[in-house]
């Protein structure tokens, strides 16, 4: 029958976040499980890894930039509501419509004007509007994406801003009164934007990257190797990345850059300058204490948050993993509905909305497509892992067939 006439049929529903009724709409595609995490506020519980790293992070910046009486500059705003407006997490920092980040496939949407953030940027223009000019803002942010020991729908960001006006730009810089930080009918280069001078964005960058380097060496250690890569963020120009060798390889720590003007004219700070970096605190606590899966930093159990009790940030924690329990491994084939609705994405939600935690990879292993019929199938390998306990072969299958049952019902597939 006509979709017409089934959403004429459809009783309007209703969806509670965080006490606000929300109407869903065709966009909505958050889960309960996924909304259990709103509220636990890893970073603000006092001992929790990630807690100690936004320590350290908040008190460098503290340090570092401080008033004519010695004061901090910096604000630090780590409860602001993680249910943001599409405004706030795209328009508002310059992403354009169609922009593959705003995807369906790839954010919590509550319904199509609001989401989960899906980064702490979400905030930078509320924040430049209501007269701030140095902020880090810390909180959870909601991104779909794969499961691995790396990968999880929530972590954790601190992103931080700094504008400068024409005085606090060439403070160090003899006749400095006389430089301008813009400039008229100037043009976008690798190296500045448009409106800006050279002058004055090559002292932002070469602030902004000092901080962060020091940064960096304060959480790794002086003798850390870093690097930069050249990189693009529709809110910054210049952008970077900064990353960091850790243990043989290249990690990637933050993206920063010099942002984009015209967020500071809508957020009426035109005569200001600005930075702003964002980065994830899970990979950075995970380098530094040795924590090998990500799931951990949910762990209620004392096995695990009592390594972090009553530590200082400064301290040199290592985690030491209580026993390691054995994996069970499941694969599950389906044909993909023939309309193609579907996205890998969608299987992933719907395994971690059963699985839970007991889920620790989901893979693609291997897409086939009927030579006759044009249909597609994917393999998908499911490990399971608790983390507190061995699951037996029997449990995996009771969550297994439940999965199966599901995907058949929900995502319109065929089990093979
Ligand atoms: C952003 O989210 C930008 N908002 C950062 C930014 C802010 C750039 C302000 C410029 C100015 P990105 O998606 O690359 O960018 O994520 C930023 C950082 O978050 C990454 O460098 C990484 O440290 C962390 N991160 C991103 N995705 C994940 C993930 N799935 N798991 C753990 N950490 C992640
Ligand atoms: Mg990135």
């Not at 794969?146 to 006006?165: I, M, W």
């Not at 899970?282 to 004392?302: H, K, Q, V």
């Not at 054995?326 to 395994?351: A, K």
Request: glycine share 6%; charged share 25%.
């Amino acid at each position: 029958y006509s979709s017409a006439r089934a959403r004429s049929e459809e009783t309007v529903k209703y969806i509670s976040v965080n006490g606000r009724e929300f109407q869903c709409d065709s966009w909505s595609n958050v889960s309960s499980k996924i909304l259990s995490h709103l509220g636990r506020n890893l970073h603000l519980q006092q001992y929790h890894p990630l807690s100690l790293i936004k320590q350290r992070i908040v008190n460098l910046f503290y340090k570092r930039f401080v008033g004519r009486t010695g004061n901090p500059v910096f604000s630090v705003y780590n409860d602001l509501s993680p249910v943001v407006s599409v405004k706030q997490n795209f328009d508002s920092l310059l992403i354009p419509p169609g922009h593959a980040s705003r995807k369906k496939s790839d954010c919590y949407y509550i319904n199509r004007d609001y989401l989960l953030r899906a980064h702490t940027t979400a905030h930078q223009s509320e924040l430049i509007n209501m007269g701030l000019n140095n902020f880090l803002v810390v909180g959870d942010v909601y991104r779909r994406d794969e499961t691995d020991s790396t990968h999880y729908p929530v972590f954790h960001q601190v992103d931080a801003v700094r504008l400068c006006n024409k005085n606090e730009v060439f403070r160090s810089i003899e006749n400095g009164d006389e430089m301008p930080i813009f400039e008229n009918n100037g043009i976008r280069t690798a190296e500045k934007q448009e409106t800006h001078s050279l002058e004055a964005s090559k002292i932002m960058e070469e602030e902004l990257k000092a901080s962060l380097v020091m940064l960096t060496q304060d959480l790794f250690g002086q003798e850390v190797k870093y690097r930069w890569v050249d990189a693009y963020f529709p809110f910054t120009h210049p952008s970077w990345e900064l990353e960091v060798h850790h243990q043989g390889e290249w990690m990637e720590l933050l993206g920063c850059g010099i942002m984009e003007q015209r967020i500071l004219q809508n957020a009426g700070a035109q005569d200001q300058i600005g930075w702003a970096f964002g980065l994830g605190l899970e990979r950075l606590a995970m380098c530094l204490y040795d924590i090998p899966d990500i799931r951990l930093f949910w762990s209620t159990d004392t096995g695990f948050l009592s390594q972090f009790e009553n530590r200082d940030p400064y301290d040199d924690i290592k985690y030491k993993p209580i026993s390691i329990y054995p994996q069970c491994i499941s694969d599950i084939s389906f044909w993909l509905p023939e309309n193609g609705d579907y996205t890998s994405n969608d299987f992933y939600d719907l395994v971690r909305d059963i699985g839970g935690d007991t889920v620790e990879q989901i893979s693609l292993v291997d897409i086939f497509t009927h030579p006759k019929k044009q249909q597609t199938s994917h393999c998908y390998r499911i490990v399971y892992r608790h983390m507190e306990k061995t699951l037996t072969q029997e449990e995996v299958n009771v969550i297994h067939k439940q999965i199966e049952k599901a995907a058949a019902l929900k995502l319109n597939i065929s089990i093979r």
